[in-house]
């Protein structure tokens, strides 16, 4: 069964750690995305990849950080500088170039911090 | 970067009653203008989509208008239903660059 998983799909951190988000997509794309949603604000971009090895910061990237070894990972890591962490994330991934393919979201990660 | 704009925020409509969301945008070089779908507590789906090099489409009761000179793009729901209510998300993007979405309209449709 195809499609794109994020884990947790809550999470707690007391302030001060920094955390991990896991995105995982088994569909064969190249590019994908990640993305902050806060009530009233939409969808804010905060780092993509088109390739492996290789990802560009997006709007909201501070304090924000990921990796992108391999073509099925993309995790995010938030760390303590990031100011207002608690926030639903969600990871995206498409099969076309970057700006004409649809988007495949996974079902985000609430974080909370404490 | 691109900075998209998206109006209103909230729209109540009754059934039956046609529905229009608005967008304007900043980058004169974005030419893909999506539009995406999320209903409560799930993720975003695309729903229609536009490219510069089209002035509007249609797909059954929803349609979407594109002014590149005006730099605005439009989505129109025709004949609502209840669900339709949802969060409604514009989004732009030029050529090698990741979509930027517009802050999302809550569209409220009673019967």
């Known amino acids: 069964d195809g499609g794109i998983t994020q884990s947790p799909k809550y999470l707690f951190r007391k302030e001060g750690q920094n955390v991990t988000l896991s995105c995982e997509q088994n569909?064969?794309?190249?590019?994908m995305y990640w993305y902050r949603q806060d009530p009233g604000q939409g969808l804010r971009l905060i780092y993509y990849s088109q390739i492996v090895n290789d990802f560009q910061k997006g709007d909201i990237a501070e304090g924000y950080s990921v990796s992108r070894e391999k073509k099925e990972s993309f995790p995010l890591t938030v760390t303590s500088a990031q100011k207002n962490p608690t926030a639903f994330y969600l990871c995206?991934?498409?099969?076309?170039?970057?700006?004409?393919?649809?988007?495949?979201f996974g079902e985000g990660s609430r974080l909370t911090v404490l | 970067g691109e900075n998209v704009e998206q109006h209103p925020s909230t729209l109540s409509v009754q059934e039956g009653d046609s529905a229009v969301i608005k967008c304007t945008y900043s980058?004169?070089?974005?030419?893909?203008f999506p539009w995406y779908k999320q209903e409560l507590g799930k993720r975003p789906q695309l729903i229609i989509d536009?490219?510069?090099?089209?002035g509007e489409k249609k797909d059954q009761r929803i349609a979407v208008t594109l002014n590149k000179t005006a730099k605005h793009f439009s989505l129109h729901i025709t004949e609502t239903q209840p669900e339709d209510s949802a969060v409604y998300f514009c989004a732009a993007s030029a050529a090698g660059t990741a979509l930027i979405f517009g802050k999302g309209t809550t569209l409220s449709v009673s019967s």
């Open positions: 536009i490219r510069s090099n089209v």
């Open positions: 569909l064969n794309h190249d590019a």
């Open positions: 995206a991934s498409t099969g076309q170039s970057a700006n004409t393919g649809e988007l495949f």
């Open positions: 980058d004169s070089a974005s030419n893909y």
